[in-house]
């Protein structure tokens, strides 16, 4: 699991005094930078060395962000397919779960515009980071969620 | 059903020469402006006259993006319940459906920090933009959509 | 001169209630559009066909900017030099004068990495767009505004 | 002077492949963090708590930034008066002077929306960081920065 440290911006917050929605998609994206290495190690992050395209995206917003401290970032690979990967994401401040998130990539090649198979030396780096909770366990965890809101 | 044009800005490409992903949520947020003028009509956006929080968002992309010309955000209430509603976009580029969204707000007075159920006269207002599509319908605008990616 | 509407989104809000600072240079950013068409007509916007480097950009930010109404910003041609010119752009939201700002181009080749002479046929487009200010002319706009303030 | 660490994020890449010139204003939001609370120590972010408002931000692009490494914001204040205080900003990354920026702001109070003197308290902890550099200085600096480029 990857977790990184994010510093909220002013600018991010908006007029309601929290921070703006449309900030988490940036800040998990963040969080995932570390993960981005395995695929583009320099991040030089151009058509010949980056290889992924987000295809699907979703947000549960549990509680509201303040501009006032910290917000950890934890990522985590959940499920690896053929030509796909997801990741989990979950943003917490001040010992609060705030968003959960889950995103798709799929392996892409910006060259051809083609999707290709995952190579083999970096699905078994995925791998390393891979955590696959059982339906028991995600049932368990969601009444836990529900408890604390 | 709303229809919210938008030139992308420079800024919202990233280094594969595409707009981020992380740029859809900031415009179906425009996408809704005239839609949140249903709850607050000048946009005044205080604690007092502002009453609307997101609880989920997800987002499918199916095309890339591009600076080149105008992108078109579609905007319409897929559901009303007692103290939340539902909404669904669609981003638009040169006839080319590019993402789909789905977002769920709830009705929630930030004074008591407590959800509330809609007034009626913005329930009446929600309805008249709301299109439900029935499950056969669906499958085959999806099957439409597959067909021409 | 280049005029554009800007629809404030609600996500340029900042805790204060007005648009954060933050959000002009993106705005002044997306004025200078129709201008960019002259360098890139197709707005491609590769290593081959962008040619612009922002070395300098200056801003005084005279009003607040608020969410609820259409924000115009116009742009014309300040200074064209050999390699260089400069851009002059104000923020108008319900006639107010709101933000004025300063930007300085150089053209670039972004494969040798250098700057290089503005092109003759580019040149004589941004002509078009060029208007100079007399000093005795500037003291009295300046005065007129501060009178307004 | 107060020193705080930038990871570029993905989605602040423009299709030129270096970080996009409408961050360096938000990053230097971010550099200037730690002196806000000076202002508001908890950083509430309120009409009450906050009383500061830009009036004038310059930015020098002296080289591009790239996602691949870390930038080091640099923040100093550079005059104080008797509404008003200057600070000055820099950008590094790898060892290279990227960004010059220097600010302006006002001691705002936002319900009476009128300027006020900044009070003594926070003037005496504002000149803790309050580093001036005369015009000899100045020039000798300018002129390394430019045998460095």
Redesign the interface.
């Known amino acids: 699991m990857f977790s990184?440290s994010i510093?909220p911006?002013?600018?991010e917050?908006?007029?309601?005094?929290?921070i703006?929605?449309?900030?988490?998609?940036?800040w998990f994206?963040?969080g995932r930078?570390p993960l981005?290495r395995i695929f583009d190690p320099?991040?030089?992050?151009?058509?010949e060395t980056?290889h992924l395209?987000?295809?699907?995206?979703?947000?549960?917003?549990v509680e509201?962000i303040?501009?006032?401290s910290v917000v950890e970032i934890k990522t985590w690979v959940s499920h690896i397919g053929k030509k796909s990967f997801s990741l989990k994401h979950e943003a917490w401040q001040e010992g609060r779960l705030c968003i959960k998130c889950g995103v798709v990539f799929v392996y892409y090649n910006?060259i051809t515009q083609k999707t290709e198979p995952i190579p083999d030396n970096i699905r078994s780096r995925l791998e390393q980071h891979l955590i696959t909770i059982n339906k028991e366990q995600l049932t368990r965890k969601r009444e836990k969620v529900k408890r604390n809101r």
Do not use: K, S
């Open positions: 990184v510093t911006r002013v600018g917050t908006d007029a309601m005094g929290h703006n929605n449309c900030v988490a998609p940036i994206e963040q930078t981005f320099n991040l030089d992050f151009n058509h980056w395209v987000m295809v699907h995206a979703e947000y549960d917003y509201q303040y501009c006032r910006f």
